[in-house]
C-alpha cells in the first residue's frame, strides 16, 4: 500500500511541475507577443513614434518577463524575453522569441 501512495505522489509531484513549466512557457510567449507588438508601434508610429526597444521592455516588465534582446531589422522588431520559475525545487527560466513588423509585399498573394 505504501508503495502505491508513492507512485502516486510521485506522479502528482510531476504532473504539477509539468504544469507550472508550462504554465510559465505560456507567460513568456504571450509577454513576447505583447512586448514585439509593443515595438513594433513604437517603430511604425507617425503619431508617436519611439524606441521600439524602450516600449518592448516596458511591455515585457508588465507582463513579468525580462527582456533578455532586442533588435530592429528594417521595420521589423524581434524580441526575446524569460520568465523566472520554480519546478520542483529548481529554479529555471521559460524564454520565448517573436518577431513583429510589416507584411513583405513579394509574400502576399
Not at 81 to 98: I, K, M
Request: charged share 15%; hydrophobic share 50%.
Amino acid at each position: 500500500m505504501a508503495g502505491v501512495i508513492g507512485v502516486i505522489l510521485a506522479i502528482t509531484l510531476g504532473l504539477s511541475g509539468l504544469m507550472r513549466a508550462e504554465g510559465a512557457a505560456g507567460r513568456a510567449r504571450t509577454a513576447a507577443d505583447m512586448a514585439v507588438l509593443a515595438g513594433a508601434t513604437a517603430l511604425n508610429s507617425i503619431v508617436a513614434p519611439g524606441d521600439p526597444c524602450v516600449a518592448a521592455q516596458r511591455l515585457a516588465s508588465a507582463n513579468g518577463a525580462t527582456l533578455d534582446s532586442c533588435r530592429v531589422e528594417g521595420e521589423d522588431v524581434i524580441v526575446g524575453v524569460s520568465v523566472d520559475v520554480t519546478v520542483l525545487g529548481v529554479p529555471r527560466q521559460a524564454r520565448a522569441h517573436a518577431r513583429a513588423g510589416p507584411v513583405d509585399a513579394t509574400l502576399a498573394p
